[in-house]
């Protein structure tokens, strides 16, 4: 199997309903490897606590490399991780990468860091956010059968008007938290405070749109780009921000709700760049496939220099004197 990480997540994604829960089809060997306060040396990160007190909590973190991912989760501390370009490169722009994982876990690698990393190298202070997740058992066993029900569509896809579920609340109150963090420390990183996105997986995609139409004037992200999230309709900002989306047809969670997401920011006056790929699944990530899917990393690279988010500090600041 070239990508464990995919196969599990179509697998719960559009298979469940097939799967017996109790069965060896969601046997899982996870390998608990944490807590890790520390990113991998490949991953020149500066981790940082979104608050100066955490909250407490009745279950420890878990980290694991599960199915060819590694996971966190029951986390009660938010952090976020700074992964910054060369000073040669950077272009003052900053993304918030907020990763996927169904509200339950975090898959901070193939949605964080990767992405993070791949980010820097093209000039854009990166910025990983770890995010409260709902508590799951320690056991290995509860915590497949919960994962299983949890990734079934029917179970988890937000029902209310824009995705302002009670679940999604610490997901998106940290987002915020996040993006003020990020600005206040723009001197330091050398970015341009009016050029911080958030780019979301799965759902990470629905907390960046969540955090999108909460439309706080102190925590409002300049640019979006939701990856296979929900398509479903939201009450857009006044003054929507530049949306980017990316989904997949075969996408077996969202692929079939329609284009409401990109319908309600067009009525508000938004610019939206959509990329519907014929292939690729739930997940793809910067995985290779052999799919037109691949491309959407460099399509987003595109689409952010046409739209002028990769400007250097200094032309930008020439430019509004």
Known sequence: MKNPGLHWR??????????ALSG??????AQTVGPVRHWPDSIPGQEMPLYSTAPASATPEIWEQWNGMMIVRNVSSPTLTAVLPRPEKATGAAILIVPGGGLHLLVMDQEGWTIAQALADRGIAAFVLKYRVEPTPGDDNAFNTLIAQRFDPAAWIP??????????????TDAQAALRLIRAGAGQWKIDPHRVGMLGFS?????????????LQDARPDFIAPLYGVMLPVTAPSHPQ??????????????????GLVESW????????LHWYEGGGHGFSLAKQGRTSDLW???F?????????LKTVASEQARRK
């Open 10 to 19: 179509r697998a719960l994604a559009g298979c469940l309903a097939s799967f």
């Open 24 to 29: 060896s089809a969601l046997a899982v060997s």
């Open 159 to 172: 029902g209310v008007p824009g995705y302002l579920n009670a679940e999604l609340t610490n997901a998106r």
């Open 203 to 215: 759902a990470g995609a629905i907390t960046t749109v969540a955090t999108a139409v909460a439309d």
């Open 242 to 259: 530049p949306l980017f989306v990316a989904l997949a047809d075969d996408d077996p969670t969202f692929s079939k709700q329609g284009f």
């Open 266 to 273: 067009q009525k508000a006056g938004g610019s939206v760049e």
């Open 297 to 299: 990393f460099e399509e």
């Open 301 to 309: 690279m595109a689409w952010m220099q046409a739209r002028g988010f």
